[in-house]
């Protein structure tokens, strides 16, 4: 099963009106709207395409259009906005029955007041600024779930809060369908991978299932020489060959073939392995992981499927963005005073797509696990902004920790270091964003990206009703004790 692009998916654009202003307002408004959308889908700050929908009147309309949304799967989202007055309580019905993400735009037609033209007519036509407010406050009173993006529409920093509140919207609908694979269990006596899976099924939508390693290496032994030899093509065309084990590296792409294959036939875009659990596999996968995660797959190292997810749903909702993502591993730390940093890798897979250089093959010891030595990509992460994003279980509820952070060029060649590695500050900075992160409990596996902010990832969270936490230059530890303190008792009452 293969994943439609982003940008196949729409986003309605519903305007609230009445019959009260009569017929020649109404075709004002909706000639209005389709202007918008127009020159909005102009701007590539819009992942997705903006559909005009409709310029709803009455709560039947309204009804209506919210259950075409439901079951339109091209659709990800309502975008809604009141060019007139429309009385809120039409909407109850409708916003009772969303099940989309939903965004309601505080916008208006016009930039600017008029002098000499204003009259009555023009104040009935352009009255957003309370039309709006009515629309508002029916969403506030039956709590429903929404985005609010506030300016004028032709305005960058408006479309650009659009479109980031787009992909969270297509992460949300994903969030939905994900599956992910299993291959064996989790890394034994290890907690921060275990969780609640029929709970966050029931929350996030995510079909987490295992498979025995064995039922992979039969896989394994079906994959043609043809097949690995078209599979090393792709590595020549993408990495630089720094190994003459060209056998090693074969079996590697023996492995990206059969999880491929595996992961198709299930139609997962995420999976987990261990390298306690590898059955009569030559070799822990790493080449073949990251590869595959170079394609947009999740990957969460230990068997910790709540890290697969959560890559693979950034990876799609920051797709064609360019920085890069990856599943991450803080490791160890530069303590110089006044330079603190964070070195960040894994025994072998972190995604090619966070260097602009070209990656190396490589092929070493492992040092654990018992098999022989795997192939792996060998390379630095870009310098950039970007974040961490980590998924934990608090037992009841799952949290989303957001840090954000600088990644820098790593300060030391480290040539006898055999994988691919990141060098970053957090904020506040190394030893306050430790206390931070560890108070709120996040896991050692977390998610790096460029491209996702932590607004869209809060958006994420607040579609799907998860609580979220976010540590920046303004957090402090007792801020985040009292946020946690208030959260646990608002968790424990819902």
């Known amino acids: ?44 700050l819009l992942p997705c395409k903006l559909v005009y929908k409709a310029t709803v009147k009455t709560s039947e309309e309204i009804e209506q259009c919210v259950k075409d949304a439901n079951y339109d799967d091209t659709c990800a989202g309502l975008i809604t906005w009141m060019h007139t007055f429309s009385p809120s309580k039409m909407w109850i019905r409708g916003l009772d029955l969303l099940q989309k993400p939903y965004c309601h735009l505080h916008t208006q037609f016009n930039r600017t007041i008029v002098d000499t033209e204003i009259d009555m007519d023009f104040m009935n036509l352009n009255q957003s600024a309370h039309g709006d ?17 506030t300016g004028f529409w032709e305005d960058e920093p408006v479309l650009a809060k659009l479109g980031s509140w787009m992909r969270s919207a297509v992460g949300a609908v994903e969030s939905r369908k994900l599956k992910v694979v299993r291959f064996g269990d989790n890394m034994r006596n290890v907690a921060v991978t275990e969780g609640d899976k029929v709970g966050v099924q029931m929350q996030l939508g995510w079909q987490v299932n295992s498979w025995g390693v064995g039922d992979l290496v039969r896989e394994l032994e079906q994959v043609s020489e043809a097949e690995v030899d078209e599979q090393m093509e792709v590595y020549r065309s993408r990495y630089e060959f720094a190994t003459k ?10 492995e990206e073939v059969a999880m491929r294959k595996f992961l198709q036939r299930e139609g997962a875009y995420a999976y987990t392995n261990t390298f306690e659990d590898l059955q009569q596999m030559r070799q822990l996968p790493g080449l073949a992981s990251q590869n595959l995660m170079a394609e947009g797959y999740g990957y969460g190292g230990e068997g910790d499927w709540k890290v697969s997810a959560m890559t693979s749903l950034i990876k799609r909702m920051t797709e064609g963005l360019g920085g890069g993502t990856t599943f991450m591993e803080d490791y160890t730390y ?11 890798a894994h025994m072998l897979e972190i995604c090619p797509s966070i260097t602009t250089d070209k990656a190396r ?39 989303l920790i957001v840090n ?10 480290m040539p006898n270091l055999p994988v ?12 306050q964003a430790s206390h931070l ?13 460029y491209d996702a902010t932590a607004e869209m990832l809060e958006d994420w969270c607040e579609i799907m009703g998860i609580e979220f936490v976010h540590i920046n230059n303004q957090t402090t530890v007792s801020s985040l004790k009292q946020q946690l303190f208030l959260s646990d008792l608002a968790w424990k009452l819902q």
Do not use: C
Not at 13 to 28: A, H, I, N, R
Not at 404 to 413: A, T
């Open 334 to 344: 530069h303590l110089e005073k006044g330079n603190e940093l964070s070195l960040g």
């Open 420 to 431: 691919a590695r990141v060098m970053w500050k957090p904020q506040p900075d190394l030893n």
């Open 245 to 254: 084990d060209l056998e090693t590296v074969r079996y590697q792409a023996r």
């Open 361 to 399: 093959i490589e092929v070493h010891e492992l040092g654990i696990g018992g098999k022989e030595p795997p192939a792996r990509l060998v390379f630095e992460g870009h310098p950039g902004n970007a974040i961490l994003a980590s998924l934990v279980d608090m037992g009841g509820r799952v949290r």
């Open 1 to 44: 099963m293969q994943r439609q692009p982003l940008a196949a998916y729409d986003f309605w654009f519903v305007v609230g009106s009445q019959f009260l202003y009569g017929k020649e307002t109404l075709d004002q408004v909706a000639d209005h709207a389709k202007l918008m959308v127009q020159r909005m889908n102009a701007s590539e």
């Open 133 to 149: 407010r009515e629309h508002a406050f029916i969403a506030a009173r039956m709590h429903t779930k929404r985005k609010i993006i």
């Open 437 to 449: 992160w560890m108070l709120a409990g996040g896991a050692h596996h977390a998610v790096l990206s």
């Open 404 to 413: 954000e952070i600088e990644v820098v060029k790593p300060i030391y060649r």
